[in-house]
């Protein structure tokens, strides 16, 4: 079993005074979870009921704020309670209204009803600090939490309650920080610029890759090596940066091709014009036998040894 003790005053006088905080936070607990009605035991009054799977007593100490610790012990020793099953809810000045911190253990910061609690049980309790704010001076904080909420102040107030009694289940399992986010969902919900949720990714969607754009071919011997017509001039043909061309070697039913230089681009298809016959140097011819009765045949070079059929005829003359 769990208990649950909220800290206030007695009586309609303060129902709705800033140190009547905890008192509040106990009836919205027991109004949203289906407690049976309030009864009075152990010098307050005390509500049961179950939040998830947990058996919670809610108690609300009557004895005023000065004297909660006579109501707190009574209720433990009746129902056998270890220190780490209670929790007391109750206002702190040390928070910006509207905020919560929960705490196990540690000392009363001077709150009245702490130190009644820390004098009958001792420290090793647990809370949870419901933030109304500081008034500015040490002097001003008994008319300040012995006054009424503003009415400025309803709206954060009834998210905290609310909030509260949303986490009510998560404390009473002891998960605290599930408690401290419900909480947070109430009093600071998460808002967008626009008021919707944005989805963007983690990184940024893989970009195509872009062409490479077109252009001359890099000026270098091409890889069948150089052209008996010499390097061709950089820049892509009309066609493309390439085009076929034959041979210079090879026949085609045209005859051979070169590759000439034109205005209209790189190159053009033209007929090669026959080379001028160059006299290749003449070799002697091995010396042959002539007929019997014929002169020999003359020595000299790149000159026939056979004799015309004119000179045979001076020869027989002679």
Do not use: C
């Amino acid at each position: 079993m769990r208990l649950f003790v909220g800290l206030g005053n007695p009586g309609a006088k303060y129902a709705g005074n800033r140190h009547n905080i905890g008192f509040m936070a106990v009836d919205r607990i027991a109004a949203d979870h289906g407690f049976v009605p309030w009864k009075r035991a152990f010098h307050g009054a005390m509500a049961e009921g179950r939040l998830g799977n947990e058996k919670v007593g809610l108690l609300k100490p009557e004895t005023f704020m000065n004297l909660s610790g006579q109501s707190v012990q009574a209720a433990v020793a009746f129902y056998k309670l270890a220190l780490n099953e209670v929790v007391v809810l109750h206002d702190e000045l040390d928070l910006a209204p509207g905020k919560l911190r929960v705490k196990q253990g540690g000392g009363h910061a001077g709150h009245n009803g702490l130190r009644s609690i820390h004098a009958a049980l001792g420290e090793g309790y647990g809370r949870v600090r419901l933030g109304i704010g500081h008034p500015g001076h040490k002097d001003a904080v008994a008319a300040y939490v012995l006054h009424d909420f503003a009415k400025a102040d309803a709206d954060w107030l009834d998210d905290l309650l609310r909030g509260v009694s949303e986490g009510a289940v998560a404390l009473a399992a002891g998960d605290l920080i599930r408690f401290q986010n419900a909480v947070a969902l109430r009093t600071a919900p998460p808002r967008s610029s626009t008021g919707e949720t944005r989805t963007e990714p983690l990184l940024d969607a893989a970009k195509p890759a872009m062409p490479f754009p077109a252009g001359p071919s890099p000026a270098g011997p091409s890889p069948a090596g150089p052209s008996p017509a010499g390097p061709s001039p950089a820049g892509p043909s009309p066609a493309g940066p390439f085009r076929a061309e034959p041979s210079p070697v090879d026949p085609s039913p045209a005859g051979p091709f070169r590759a000439k230089p034109s205005p209209a681009g790189p190159f053009e298809l033209s007929s090669v014009e026959p080379s001028p016959a160059r006299p290749s140097p003449a070799r002697p011819s091995p010396a042959r036998p002539s007929p019997a009765g014929a002169p020999p045949a003359s020595d000299a070079p790149g000159l026939a040894t056979d004799r015309s059929p004119l000179q045979k005829l001076l020869d027989r003359f002679r």
